[in-house]
């Protein structure tokens, strides 16, 4: 690389089209293209790739009072369902010339509100969250100070802030659907934790399905995990086992909660699904290479990223837009989790 080629600038794109700075500001601006006519638009758009102009995010930063960053905040970077979202997010920003500071809070409302400061310190353009709690002081601040912002996968009670989510009722039923199919009646429930929304609104779906006699409901076969994680579904899973009391299958909330129930399953002796079938939520990467494959709820993943980042950068543009509520729609994807019981 030629340290000393002199960088390309808007000037330069100009002399060379043959008009004024400033249209081509407006042309290299999404907000203000529409200002000037197609013929112009499109000759300046062409002269500035064959001069290889690159803009500085620093200065259309200063003209347009925009950093160009996007603050991305999520829960726990080590569950897996998480850098599907992201790279769905980055893919999309980086395709409007902006960029995303990614953050993880460990789980820690304390680490949220100081990662928080710190965005806002730097001035991003605005804000996607993966980290919402059902009742969330952090969101309801964004809101009351008119930040831009977007929720993926989970959301808040109030439903106040643009928000990507998964049909969590709709994933649930399919899981119980599946099993009661496969002759299952006596069916437990590993969840997640309920001041979130997907671990209350997953719990809130098995429950109606078994209220409705879709199987034989048990109140004592309903284990609320602190966190989705490996180690909690072991514990839960266990739990459930001491109970004592009869099931032949287990829906887990989540796919980290069901590997925990894997483990704990053989540390009993016994086997998944000649035992007990299990299933799980999210469809994470390598849920095929188990033994057995995971039979479990697909989540779009990267779509739910893109859908967000879109909805962020509309937000951007427009502020006033009126809050968006977007639902996926899961689907199952049957493995060798789950089997006929064997009584």
């Given amino acids: 690389m030629n340290r000393s080629a002199k960088r390309i600038n808007i000037k330069d794109v100009a002399a060379q089209a043959g008009v004024h700075a400033s249209t081509v500001s407006r042309v290299l601006n999404p907000d203000t293209v529409s200002m000037v006519s197609v013929a112009v638009a499109e000759k300046v758009i062409k ?29 726990d970077l080590t569950n897996p369902i ?12 980086d395709q409007e010339g902006y960029i995303a500071v990614i953050a993880d809070s ?28 059902r009742k969330d002081a952090l969101v309801d ?4 100070e008119s930040i831009p912002i977007v929720l993926v996968n989970r959301t808040t009670d109030t439903h106040a802030a643009t928000e ?3 049909d969590d009722e709709w994933g649930i039923g399919l899981a ?18 309920l001041d979130t929304s997907t671990g209350r609104d997953r719990q809130r779906a098995f429950t109606k399905y ?30 459930l086992l001491d109970k004592g009391r009869e099931f032949s299958a287990v829906v887990a909330a989540n796919d980290l909660l069901a590997l925990g129930g894997y483990d704990a399953l053989g540390e009993a002796g016994m086997q998944c699904p000649r035992d007990i079938s299990v299933t799980g939520f999210n469809d994470m990467l ?8 995971l039979t479990t709820v697909h989540i779009p993943l990267d779509e739910m990223g893109v859908k967000a980042a879109e909805l962020l950068l509309s937000l951007i543009r427009d502020p006033a837009m009126e809050t968006t509520s977007v639902k996926l729609a899961p689907r199952l994807v049957v493995r060798g989790s789950t089997a006929a019981p064997k009584h």
């Fill in 210 to 239: 078994g209220r409705a006699d879709r199987f034989e409901f048990d109140p004592e076969l309903l284990v609320d995990c602190r966190a989705f994680t490996e180690s909690e579904g072991y514990r839960g899973f266990a739990s």
């Fill in 82 to 93: 998480f850098p599907h979202i992201v790279r769905g997010i980055e893919r999309t920003l």
């Fill in 47 to 75: 002269i500035a790739r064959e001069m290889g102009y690159q803009p500085s995010a620093i200065a259309a930063g200063l003209r347009t009072g925009r950093s160009y960053t996007v603050g991305v905040l999520i829960p």
């Fill in 286 to 293: 390598f849920m095929d290479r188990l033994r057995p494959p």
């Fill in 164 to 166: 990507v989510i998964n």
């Fill in 106 to 133: 460990d789980n820690s409302r304390k680490n949220e509100h100081a990662i928080l400061d710190s965005m806002q310190a730097r001035r991003v353009d605005g804000l996607i969250l993966a980290t919402a709690h």
């Fill in 141 to 144: 601040s964004c809101i009351a």
């Fill in 176 to 193: 119980v659907e599946h099993l009661v199919q496969l002759g299952h009646r006596r069916i437990a429930f590993l969840g997640g934790p």
